[in-house]
Structure formats: C-alpha cells, structure tokens
C-alpha cells in the first residue's frame, strides 16, 4: 500500500493552468496508486504528502487517507501536490493540468516514470533530471522570490545562481528551449516536460517582467 499522508490544499504555488485538458489516460485510481508506490519507492521517497484541492480536514482519515464520499473537484478545483523526502533530495511536483485530480495524481505518476527512465541510457551521472522538482519552501505570497526562481533556473541547466541573477533572460531562453515540451515524443515525457515548462514561466514572471524585458 502506498505510504503517504493526504492533506487539504489551500494554496496553489504561482499561477494556475488556465486551459485543462480532458486527459487520456486509461487506468483506475487503484492502477494509479500502484504506479505512484513503484515510482516514489525507486526514489527511496518518505514522508510524502499528497495535497489534493476539494479535500477538507473532515474528509480524512486518522490514518491520513481520504474517506469514501462524493468529493472530487470540489472546492477549489483539480489541483495537487506530492511532496517527498527521496534519495534525489527533497521533491515537490504539482500538477493541475488536467480536469480531475485523479488523473493529475497519475500524471505526477507518470513525470516520476518519466524521470526514471532518463537513467535508463546512463546519460545523467547526478540526478540532474530531478533538479527541476527541488521543493522550495513557498513564500507567503505565493510566488517565487528572485533568489528562488534564480535557483530553480540554475538548478534545471546546471549554472550558477549568480549567473542567472545577472543575465536572467538568456537562460530562460536556454531553459525554455531546453526544456519545451514539443522536443520529446511520449506523453509521459510530455508530461514531465510541460511541469518543467510551467514552472520556467514562472520564474521569468520573477526574474524577467514584461514591463522590464527588452
């Protein structure tokens, strides 16, 4: 059974999807589940959360699970969360692409198979893949900080932090191009990427405003 604690979501870190997809996905809830226990456990993850939109403190259970009901999408929308301690570090993948939460859970599923598999052609020596998914204490705001967003795009092409402080817009271009979602064939992949992607976005909204950019 998967180890892992459910909790309310109440706020989302940055901006949200503002066009949802109906996914494809064929699988269940429990096939989901039996994706996500393999995948978090090739990581070696612990203390994960899982935070889900629609999902209240009563709605859960002493033991951390989800009671059986009718909430879905309920108050706030589709969105989650999974959170972990891993062997990669510290991880934090959110996801609401798609209209049911169920099928973002899967899709978070899915970016950590994804992630797996680029250690499968031994071109990653460090875990570079993960950087990407670094859990960063979410400010009060909401939004990144310009340290922190200078991080995240440090961490995803392997530069240093004061490089990108200083010459923000070229490596967004460097991680925009690097990390488009069109560049890789399979949905999985597709999936990993687009998070990625959002999160890039995110980050030049920080570190590269409109009303400043050239």
């Not at 899709?107 to 893949?129: H, P």
């Not at 092409?157 to 402080?165: D, R, Y």
Request: with cysteine; proline share 6%.
């Amino acid at each position: 059974m998967l180890n892992a604690t459910f909790r309310p979501l109440d706020k989302w870190p940055g901006e949200r999807t503002k066009k949802r997809k109906d996914a494809t996905f064929r699988a269940t809830y429990p096939q989901t589940l039996d994706l996500l226990e393999s995948e978090l456990k090739w990581i070696g993850a612990h203390d994960t959360v899982i935070q889900v939109e629609g999902l209240t403190r009563d709605d859960i259970r002493n033991d951390g699970w989800p009671r059986s009901g009718n909430w879905t999408n309920g108050y706030g929308g589709p969105g989650v969360i999974l959170s972990c301690e891993s062997s990669k570090g510290p991880i934090s993948m959110p996801c609401d692409r798609f209209g049911d939460w169920q099928d973002n859970l899967r899709a978070i599923a899915k970016s950590l198979e994804a992630l797996r598999m680029v250690d499968r052609y031994g071109v990653t020596r460090g875990n570079e893949q993960y950087r990407g998914w670094a859990q960063i204490a979410a400010p009060t705001n909401g939004k990144m900080s310009r340290e922190e967003a200078a991080f995240f795009i440090a961490s995803i092409l392997s530069a240093h932090q004061e490089n990108v402080l200083a010459q923000p817009a070229s490596y967004i271009r460097q991680a925009q191009q690097k990390y488009h979602p069109d560049r890789v064939g399979t949905e999985s992949e597709k999936l990993a990427r687009h998070e990625i992607f959002v999160r890039i976005g995110q980050a030049e909204a920080v570190l590269n405003p409109p009303e400043v950019s050239k």
